[in-house]
Structures are given as C-alpha cells and as structure tokens.
C-alpha cells in the first residue's frame, strides 16, 4: 500500500500544470476498495491534491466495504473533507452475497448502514444489484423497502447483474451451479424498481441511479455531461476532448515507473474522431432521464428530420417521450438502449 501510495503521489505532482489550472469540483476515490487504506495513506492522498490543484471541490466521495465502516474510519473520513460515501451493498440475503463471492454478511451490512446514519452522514449512496439468480421480486422489493423506508438512504444504485469472462461468477456459471436470468425478469424487476422508488420520492435520474432530491452524484454525472476528468491510479481513463487516455491495468508496472525518471509514464490513448464524439455524445445523454433540447444535438441538419423520425417511432414503443422543444428517454426505452443507439449509429454512418 505504501508503495501504490507513493506512485499515485508522483502522479498527482505530475498533473500539477493541469490541476491547478482550473477548479478541481468533485473528486471520486475508487473502485477498488480505498476504504482499506490506513488513515495515514488516505491523508497523504487528499493532502498532495489539495497542495497541487485549484482545490474547490463540492462533493468527495469515497467507496467503502461494508466491513470498513467503523465510527472511527467514519469520523476520521469526515475530518479529511469526504462528504459523501457509496457503499458497496449488493445484497441483504446472505445466499447471494455468497454467490457473488462477498465477504460482508447481510447483518455485517446492516449495522454498517446503522454505523453511517448515527454519524450523520447527509450524503451518501448504496450499490445494490438486481436479476441474480434466486432472487426474487418479493425479495427485492423487501430490501427497497429496507433502503427506502427504514433507512431512507439518500442516493441508491442499482445494476442488473452482468456475468462477466473470467470471473469467479463466470466459471459457477460454466459449472452450472445456477441458472442465469432471463430477459423478461430482468425487465420485470427494472421497472418494479422504478415505480416502487418512484413512490417514496426517489427520482430515476439516469439509467441506473435513484436519488432524492438534491443529491444526486456530482461527479457520475460529469462524465455523462461530457466534462474533461482526470484519473490516476492503474488502469485510470482520462478525457479531454478530443482525447482520450489510460494508465496500464498493471500495479506493478504502474508502482516502478512513477518510482522512476519523472515524464517516463507510459500510457495508451486514442484521438476521438467527429464521428465517434457525436455517438458518444447520445450515448451519454441517452443515459440521463433530463429532457434533451432538439436544439444541442449535434446532428448535421440533413440528418434532423430523420431522426425526427425515428424518435416518433421510439415514443409509439413507449420508449421516449417527446416535447415540442425535445425528447426525454423513459425507463422501457433504457431497457431497449443498444437499440436506440445502433438506430443512431446507423444514421449517423448513413449520413457521412
């Protein structure tokens, strides 16, 4: 860890130029689990950003494991400045966490939860996922009840499990020691989720993120607008347009040359090309529920009318809703979204 540490030191002194050239508003520290960092290594970390950036951030967040979460990790945070937390849940019932390889206990979840409310955490989030095999909407809809009502927690997100290659997950899946879960359930249980957030007050502000008002996540939803982000650490993207960069996936690799001659970093990258800006450019707004002006697309002008058209097709599907001055994608169009897109993409080749 010291040694990580360190390197992600000589990576924040390294950025200095740009850092400090405008404000540093949000600040994100994960994935992986920062919350087993010792307090003296989340210190230095938090200490060298605000020594080499314009240091103006509205919301930090750190996420933490459940078996993290103690009244002294939670006050000593709070003294840093984080001011919001995303916690990794995934699941009250033992039987899942168990398939999904978690260590924490449900019960070791819950008193975590009790831990953050008696600290008085006003921001902060959990990570809950959905369409696991076993699970049921019965179940489901006892842990939002759980996360919306006992606990009022004020930011939730929720992710319909992915089976990914060569993961753990995976290979019990080869071995069929579970079935997976088909389409239709998984619709199902988005949509449930939706209507039943939507009843305590939670807002579906983008396709995987509930929130109450006011406290939405800063800092997802810079990517999703499009602004320039920095990452550091193995295997961190950066983005300015028009480019687009990133750190190894090799802790090793990252840890010797940051310990090496300053400017010998080693990164990949590629230079977005229009075309591909303007894809991106609907696949990240495609993902917010906000209405979306016909006016900021970017669409050449002989490309308008049909995608006029194609959005009054989306809208008899029940995917979209249109405006007089713009559309608003709905939670059954999320669920049909690479079908959106590749319409979009279909388009915007047609048109070049």
Known sequence: MEDYVQALLSEISAWQPWLSAQAVRTVYLGGGTPSWLPP?????????????????????????????????????????????????????????????????????????IEEIKQADWANWSVDVIFAVPGQTIQGLEAELRYLSEVVQVPHISLYGLTIEPRTVLYKKYRRRQFEGIDDEIYAEMYLFIHDFLASYGYEHYEISNWAKPGVYGQHNLGYWEGRPYIGLGPSAHSYI???????????????????????????????????????????????????????????PQKSFSQFRALAETWAERGWVRLFAEGMQLLPLGWLWLDTLLAEVFDLLTYAA
């Open 40 to 112: 003296h290594l989340l210190e230095k970390i938090l200490s060298t950003l605000r020594a080499h950036a314009r240091w103006q951030p509205i919301e930090i967040t750190l996420e933490a494991n459940p078996e993290d979460i103690t009244r002294q990790n939670l006050h000593f945070w709070q003294a840093l400045g984080i001011n919001r937390l995303s916690l990794g849940v995934q699941s009250f019932s033992d039987d899942i966490l168990h398939l999904l390889g978690r260590k924490a206990s449900a019960s070791r979840t819950k008193k975590a």
């Open 241 to 299: 347009f028009p480019y687009r960069w990133w750190n190894r996936p090799d802790l090793k690799f990252y840890v010797s040359q940051l310990g090496s001659v300053q400017g010998a970093r080693q990164v990949e990258g590629e230079l977005i090309m229009p075309e591909m800006a303007t894809l991106e450019w609907f696949i990240l707004h495609f993902r917010l529920s906000r209405e979306i002006p016909w006016a900021v697309m970017p669409l």
